[in-house]
């Protein structure tokens, strides 16, 4: 019925009712197959409204960080991960879809840990323990601005998720907003990912929801640059080892560069191993940052023969990295959790340069943490260690990107 028969009906229901005095007018409505339900339109009744928004994520509305995928919605597995945009509306839920960690009802240390903020200030931070979440940012009565971030604070190892959608109001807009100047990846351990970073006690062990690579060094020091950033991390992993808890035993399946070019690890998403990052047809790093070593320390100490394996494979990352990111400046860092390998990181820079004749890369020695600093978990950083450390670096790059 258009609006001008409803209108019409409803006069004609009036005059009916003049017509009929004190009868029945609830029996004539129902009777009347011209008769509207009781929330009828009348000449001076709103049109109803539009049903609301559903956005599923891709490059048109978001901006990517770091390294994630769309595939029905943006899949986010390496710390740091996630999507920003601006929004304009009234109300803005976001939908996420966990991993099959999150439907482990005894994974409690392993839970992906979400955060989402709008103009800058975090509004949620919450542990994914159900495979299906949505959280509702903004719901106010009039149209507001914002810029609305999505962040994956704890590692890939553990687990992933994917921002399924985007729920808003019918009249609300979504963009992606605009990239900054410079692009900086980090390369790194758990140290990168933030370990323990909410948790300060070193007797305590890991968790991901005392992990916050949001606190850690290099993403302090993208935000002191104002830079973006890429993370590539993995707890316990190093170049030719993981960490050795007897010093003895070499974990060579725990090595960055087994997955370097990679989409993430993951024991609860398999598919982030299987997919490869494309280097060719994503944004390149203006500056790589590899900060690797402390692991292998536990590993090669001071024996000169595992140290000479540990520069070998150093070297040759080096040239994995160099092939993939060809204009990148290359800094190799190490230090925060002890430099006893740094004078190796030296030699494999020296030798690479002169293997390759490839003199866009230096070194930084970070000064290892201070007791007065205090520890977090299993003797990690704490916030206090990764703010002197991303202070130094970022020093240090700000005088390579002059």
């Known amino acids: 019925m258009n609006r001008r028969s409803r209108v019409f009906a409803a006069l004609l229901f009036g005059v009916l009712l003049l017509a009929a005095g004190c009868k029945d007018t609830q029996k004539d409505a129902k009777d009347s197959e011209t008769q509207t339900p009781q929330a009828q339109y009348t000449p001076t009744t709103q049109p109803q409204q539009e ?9 048109e509305n978001v901006r990517r960080i770091g390294r994630t995928t769309y595939e029905d919605g943006l899949w986010c597995a390496f710390s740091g991960t996630g999507a920003e945009f601006s929004f304009h ?9 966990g991993d099959s960690a999150s439907q482990n009802p005894y994974n409690e240390g392993n839970y992906a840990r979400i955060a989402i903020y709008v103009n800058g200030v975090r509004v949620v931070d919450d542990m994914l323990n159900e495979q299906n979440r949505e959280y509702t940012v903004i719901d106010v009565e009039q149209p507001t601005d914002a810029v609305v971030r999505i962040v994956k604070l704890s590692e890939t190892a553990m687990s992933t998720f994917r921002i399924a959608a985007l729920l808003t109001d019918a009249q609300a807009t979504v963009a992606p907003t605009e990239e900054k100047e410079t692009l900086i990846e980090f390369v790194g351990d758990s140290i990168t990912c933030g370990y323990g970073v909410d948790d300060e006690d070193r ?6 929801a005392t992990e916050d690579a949001t606190k850690a060094y290099a993403i302090k020091t993208a935000q002191l640059l104002d830079a973006d950033y890429s993370l590539v991390s993995i707890s316990g992993y190093g170049i030719i080892t993981g960490y ?3 010093g003895e035993t070499k974990s060579e399946s725990q090595i960055i560069p087994k997955y370097y070019t990679k989409l993430g690890f993951s024991y609860a998403n398999p598919q982030m191993a299987k997919t490869e990052w494309d280097f060719s047809q994503n944004r390149q790093p203006d500056i790589v940052v590899i900060n690797l070593g402390t692991n292998d320390d536990s590993y090669c100490k001071n024996v000169p023969e595992r140290q000479e394996e540990y520069i070998v494979a150093y ?4 040239k994995t990295v160099r092939e993939k990111n060809p204009d990148a400046v ?6 925060i959790m002890g430099d006893n390998l740094f004078p190796c990181v030296e030699e494999a820079v020296s030798r690479f340069v002169s293997q390759t004749g490839d003199t866009r890369i230096d070194t930084l020695r970070f000064t290892p943490q201070l007791a007065s600093d205090g520890y977090a978990a299993d003797w990690h950083p704490t916030e206090a260690t990764h703010e002197k450390a991303a202070a130094k670096l970022a020093e240090k790059l700000a005088e390579i990107l002059k």
């Not at 509306?89 to 879809?97: A, F």
């Not at 007797?203 to 991901?208: E, G, R, W, Y």
């Not at 290359?330 to 230090?335: D, E, F, K, P, S």
């Open 51 to 59: 049903e609301n928004k559903v956005y599923t994520l891709t490059e």
């Open 89 to 97: 509306g009234t109300k803005l839920t976001v939908k996420v879809q």
């Open 203 to 208: 007797d305590h062990h890991f968790s991901t």
């Open 244 to 246: 050795s808890a007897d």
């Open 315 to 318: 070297v040759n990352f080096l």
């Open 330 to 335: 290359i800094v190799c860092a190490l230090g």
